[in-house]
């Protein structure tokens, strides 16, 4: 199974998103119960799109400046970037499936393709 990365800094954070490729930020925490929802299943989500993308975790309580200046008010949030933009984002407060986070991971890999002017596009 792959490990979702942890980012234990602002500035591994940082370095993280400014990847030509895609990246997908996961905000969470420990005493989240939604978070703790999508646990079960994130690492076969991770090992599904691994050729495809890479999943960051970003704890909100440990990097806390990151989601200040991301502007992360409910969690978990996924936030999608590439080059060190941000491209899309799945943020709201209601608990999230795997099927909607699934969704959202497709929605930013057409995003990211439509910009990379990718061939391979997945329909």
Known sequence: MVQVKQVASAAEFNVSIQSSNLVVAVFKADWCGDCKFIDPFMPEVEEKYADRLTLIEVDVDKVGEVSQEQN????????????????VRFVNKLRKSREEIEDFLN????????????PERKE
Not at 107 to 118: G, M, P
């Open 107 to 118: 929605k930013a890999l057409d995003v990211y393709h439509t910009l990379h002017d990718t």
């Open 72 to 87: 992360i008010l409910g969690i978990p949030s996924f936030v999608a970037y590439a080059d060190g933009r941000e491209l």
